[in-house]
């Protein structure tokens, strides 16, 4: 995989004892390979297990993980953050380091800015299909101050934003890696608590509430939960597209369910599994380039999705 | 007092409509209740205040002698079971996976059904004649059988009390006396106070216990005896087209 070929004795040898017969190799692997993957697994759940608590959430087949407009509020923030510092003729673009964990903490700040707007929203709003509307309007909001920004920025700014908005599971150390696992962790152990009512939720909100669920503290946790991976995940990797929608669907149609206890451990399987698939795809062995991840999770994952819908001709929640 | 209601006054916020008022039900013991009225007379508002869906305007909702807004979503949820109409149920929900919702107010955090839970879906399941069809997803049932499913996780639910909305709506003649005798003879052999909203009053004057009638938002409670007796069902509809006939306690047709 990727630029440089590594023989397979080698690389199980890096694994499981930290040596091989060439140095960089051992470095390629332990510290750029192994994390990327790592990054692949984390991105895939984490966006996956979102999909499915936003598609149960709002009871839409369409909904993702990024519906109450967290990747509008991520991209707002970077694109302030690159391209805004370029307008303002500051240009902290050069010290790369800095850059790197500003971007993550732009994004953050983005994300957490939405997350408080979509909150207040939830606690004074009875229906869940108004916060669906809040958060594409917060999507056009933010995209248009983009679009703005991008008219004014300078080209190699602007291209920054542009390799940004495409996703890259690269590009971490360990420790940027176990802080995302961490934010990750907590994000799944906050799912568990969902299981159950989320199944009530399935057959409608009076219904649930008749069931003895409570409705609001159940929107304030999905909304955290999302919230959680999804933000974390966005900062750390930037928006990957597609997965969160297709992943959940993926697993109902081949597991022919939608309980919960089921769904969320294997869409968490699956949405890893795919996303190491994509990961593999955008860097072929014997192949110099390394592709934007979003590419290829749309370009591969689009057609699957519409072959499955055509095959049983219906998608549900 | 199983449920009992003072004065309550039933309708919505923002703005306030009012769609009834004055209501003064109790409902003692086992039985069979028909809400009956004319379509927009709040039938179903009623039964959604009387559940706990929605706030009542003004007065009291007592379940078992204590005020409802008192209770917990979950104590309400161990007390009364709710049957609404058609909702849109996700394409892969086995007949089985929805009436083991029902137990969702007696299972630990995560929902795990015991042995007992168990025995509760499969008595409910068998109880409205759909144990075979417990495999079945709930999209590819007929209406009537969708009906007897819904009312299947209602009795699951194992509560005192069973409120439906519109139980006999979409369903051919037969399925519609299916349904109501299926309520009959949970109410009778299962120590249930089932209170259906309904448009299918010559059957609910033949088969309840008690008939809680609602025109020009004034609300009656009595025994359908009484009702036909006291001669407001004369009443309840305009007069041209149908009329109450006293003897044969139904309503029919005028003759042209």
């Known amino acids: ?317 | 007092m199983r449920l009992e209601t003072k004065q309550l006054s039933v309708g919505y916020n923002k703005p306030k409509v009012e769609v009834a008022s004055g209501i003064n039900i109790s409902i003692k013991n086992a039985g069979l209740t028909a809400v009956i009225g004319v379509n927009g007379s709040g039938k179903s508002t009623l039964i959604k205040s009387l559940s706990g869906l929605i706030n009542p305007l003004q007065g009291d909702i007592k379940l078992y002698n204590r005020p409802l807004n008192t209770y917990t979503v979950k104590e309400i949820a161990q007390k009364i079971s709710l049957v609404l109409t058609k909702q849109r149920l996700p394409q892969h929900l086995k007949v089985i996976d929805f009436v083991a919702l029902g137990r969702q107010p007696y299972t630990n955090w995560i929902g795990i059904h015991e042995y007992q839970d168990k025995n509760h879906i499969i008595k409910a399941l068998k109880q409205v004649k759909m144990y075979e069809a417990k495999d079945k997803a709930c999209s590819r049932l007929s209406d009537g059988q969708l009906q007897k499913v819904l009312i299947a996780r209602a009795i699951a639910q194992n509560t005192p009390l069973i409120l439906l909305d519109e139980p006999t709506s979409h369903l051919d003649m037969y399925h519609k006396a299916m349904v109501l005798n299926l309520l009959k003879s949970i109410s009778t052999n299962h120590d249930k106070s089932v209170i259906f909203a309904t448009h299918e009053i010559n059957l609910a004057l033949q088969l309840c216990d008690s008939i809680i009638l609602i025109k020009d938002k004034q609300v009656i409670h009595d025994t359908p005896q009484n009702l036909i007796h006291s001669g407001i069902l004369h009443e309840l509809f305009p007069q041209d087209l149908i009329k109450f006939d006293e003897k044969a306690q139904l309503f029919k047709m005028n003759r042209i």
């Open chain 1, 1 to 317: 995989m990727g630029s440089v070929s590594i023989p397979l004795q080698d690389i199980t040898r890096v694994i499981f004892t930290g040596e091989s017969s060439v140095d960089t190799w051992t470095y390629i692997i332990l510290d750029y390979r192994l994390p990327k993957a790592m990054t692949a697994i984390i991105v895939g759940s984490g966006l996956g297990v979102s999909g499915l608590l936003m598609q149960t959430f709002f009871r839409n087949p369409l909904a993702g993980p990024y519906v109450l407009g967290l990747s509008s509020g991520a991209s707002l923030g970077v694109a302030l953050l690159l391209m805004g510092s370029g307008i303002l003729g500051l240009s902290f673009t050069n010290y790369l380091w800095f850059s790197k964990t500003a971007v993550i903490l732009a994004s953050s700040l983005g994300s957490l800015m939405v997350m408080g707007a979509v909150l207040i929203t939830s606690v004074k709003i009875k229906d869940s299909m108004a916060l669906l509307i809040i958060g594409l309007m917060f999507a056009s909001l933010t995209g248009a101050v983009v679009n703005l920004l991008s008219y004014f920025s300078a080209s190699d700014e602007l291209q920054q934003f542009v390799f940004w908005s495409l996703g890259s599971l690269g590009d971490l150390s360990w420790s940027e890696v176990s802080i995302l696992g961490v934010f990750w962790f907590l994000g799944l152990i906050l799912c568990l608590f969902l299981i159950k009512p989320l199944d009530a939720l399935l057959i409608g909100e009076s219904y649930a509430k008749s069931l003895g669920v409570h409705i609001k503290l159940l929107r304030f946790m999905t909304i955290i939960a999302t919230c959680v991976l999804t933000g974390s995940i966005t900062a750390f990797a930037g928006p990957i597209a597609f997965v969160g929608l297709a992943i959940p669907h993926l697993m109902r149609l081949i597991l022919k369910t939608n309980k919960h206890l089921i769904l969320l451990p294997t869409v968490c399987m699956g949405g890893a599994v795919v996303m190491l698939i994509c990961d593999s795809i955008s860097q072929l062995p014997g192949v110099d380039y390394t592709l934007p991840i979003n590419a290829v999770t749309s370009l591969f994952g689009a057609p699957i999705v519409i072959w499955l819908i055509l095959r049983s001709r219906q998608l549900n929640f």
